[in-house]
């Protein structure tokens, strides 16, 4: 385990905005699929471009190509809907997880206003958008849980119509569990393709799949880069890629949770698992814990689990918990872990992250599946201006203007100064059109009006 110290700190935990790094097996598998060495971008684009152009049939392709059987239907059948089952044990913890992230989002202040005082009327009104396209990864692992964590947050907000995209197993069929899962919330719109083809679709629509007014919820480097070039088609929460974890320790911490607390996201094929800690004795005990209970994970999550800690692991020793923090804000990690003595005294401190986990009862792995908050969080640096899905990112907001004549008058003039300023003869004169003539005299250098209308 190399540690990192001081500039090498910084310099270390300083990235551009979602930079996602690309393991090399997703590379020898572009590789190999498309004989020559094509960046993920490249691929994204040609996926897009197909999608856009041959709808339903180049949906079928790539899944063919990528993820299972040719797809005779790409929609799941009301009947398969209808018979899945699961253990009772994990339906009641799917029952659970949509109660406790419906309740967390119930309580977002969420609405609009609309003031009537002497000026009139202004305010905005809060409208939840009509068709949204909820992404749930299931490259590697089904993710029962991002189904909920993105949908819930989406219903709350009033969304009517919410459509589901998730990769197929390689037998053809969703996960029974997310179809359980889709059931209890009450969505029937789920299609088996995923990927970069899933975002096409949801974006410019195909036959089988009507295009959305937004698209949420994480993915890989494919899924995050299509997102990003289809916006603008359609809207999109934000950028939720590979899973990163930093965890703040000093000597109290526990090396046996905080090993665990990393390798929890390192299990996720391509996360990036970070330690800052004060005490060099804690990093020291940390990496004999990893290595034990590295080797104790099943296949394939050992293979998964070691790929993030020998490739994208960071370990940093830091002077004090300021410095930690510091650095911590300077990375802007999808999840900061607090395992220090008095996590609370910390939080103030917190800059950017997606979201906090405070304490050793709070760890990171309860908040992925049945804490509250929606697990979907910013990636890559983008906490640095995004935040995890929430019940905004599902409403748009409508300005609402209503004056007053009287308001008129006395703001109108100021308004045409301006107008007029920027070279907009029209639009002063619309201004104008509802003044009488004495409210637009002006002196000549507008100063008059200008104190009346801005006092
Ligand atoms: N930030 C968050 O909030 C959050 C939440 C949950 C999951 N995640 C992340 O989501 C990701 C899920 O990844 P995943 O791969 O398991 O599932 P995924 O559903 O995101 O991606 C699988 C799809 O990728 C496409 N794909 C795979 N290899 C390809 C290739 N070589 N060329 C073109 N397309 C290819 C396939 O179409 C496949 O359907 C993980 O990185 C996880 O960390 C993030
Ligand atoms: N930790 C992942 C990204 O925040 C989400 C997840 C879903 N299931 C398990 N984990
Ligand atoms: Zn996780």
Not at 10 to 29: G, K, Q, W, Y
Not at 326 to 341: F, G, I, K, V, W
């Amino acid at each position: 385990m190399q540690v990192i110290e001081g500039s090498d700190a910084r310099a270390s935990l300083t990235r551009s905005f979602n930079e996602i790094p690309v393991p090399d097996s997703v590379l020898a598998r572009i590789e190999k699929m498309f004989g020559e060495a094509l960046t993920p971008q490249q691929v994204v684009e040609r996926i897009l471009a197909d999608v856009r152009e041959r709808g339903d049939d180049a949906l079928r392709d790539w899944t063919e190509r990528l993820d299972g059987p040719r797809p005779a239907a790409l929609a799941v059948s009301a009947e398969e809907i209808v018979a899945a089952t699961v253990t009772p044990e994990l339906h009641a913890a799917i029952r659970l997880a949509i109660a406790r992230v419906r309740a967390f989002y119930q309580q977002q202040p969420a609405h609009g206003f609309l003031n009537h005082g002497p000026d009139g009327a202004l305010g905005q009104l809060v409208r939840p958008l009509g068709r949204v396209g909820v992404y749930v990864p299931g490259g590697l692992a089904p993710l029962i849980s991002t189904l909920i964590h993105t949908a819930v947050p989406a219903q709350v907000a009033g969304v009517p119509d919410i459509v589901v995209a998730t990769p197929p197993g390689k037998d053809g069929r969703v996960n029974p569990a997310i179809l359980v899962a889709a059931r209890e919330l009450g969505i029937a719109d789920i299609f088996k393709v995923g990927g970069a083809q899933a975002i096409g679709a949801l974006a410019y629509g195909t036959a089988s799949i009507g295009a959305v007014d937004k698209i949420a919820g994480p993915g890989n480097l494919f899924v995050v880069i299509a997102k990003r070039l289809v916006y603008g088609q359609t809207g999109i929460e934000s950028l939720p890629g590979p899973t990163e974890t930093l965890v703040l320790a000093d000597d109290s911490a526990d090396a046996r949770h905080v090993a665990a607390d990393l390798l929890a996201q390192a299990e996720h094929l391509g996360a990036e698992p970070v330690l800052v800690s004060v005490s060099r004795e804690l990093l020291m005990k940390v990496q004999a814990e990893l290595n034990g209970q590295l080797e104790a994970l099943p296949e394939p999550n050992r293979t998964w689990a070691r790929d993030s800690v020998a490739s994208r692991m960071k370990v940093v020793l830091a002077a004090d918990l300021d410095e930690g923090l510091e650095l911590s804000n300077l990375y802007a990690p999808e999840h900061l872990c607090l395992l220090t003595r008095d996590p609370w005294s910390l939080l103030g401190r917190v800059q950017r992250a997606g979201g906090v986990f405070i304490g050793e009862y709070s760890m990171e792995a309860l908040g992925d599946y049945v804490a509250g908050p929606s697990h979907v969080m910013p990636t890559g640096g983008t906490a640095r201006f995004a935040s995890p899905v929430n019940v905004r990112d599902f409403q748009n907001i409508i300005s609402v203007v209503g004056v007053n004549e009287a308001t008129l008058r006395r703001i109108g003039p100021a308004g045409a100064i301006l107008a007029r300023a920027e070279g907009l003869e029209a639009h002063a004169r619309a201004i104008e059109s509802r003044l009488d003539e004495d409210t637009r005299i002006q002196e000549p250098d507008g100063s008059k009006i200008l104190r009346e209308g801005l006092t």
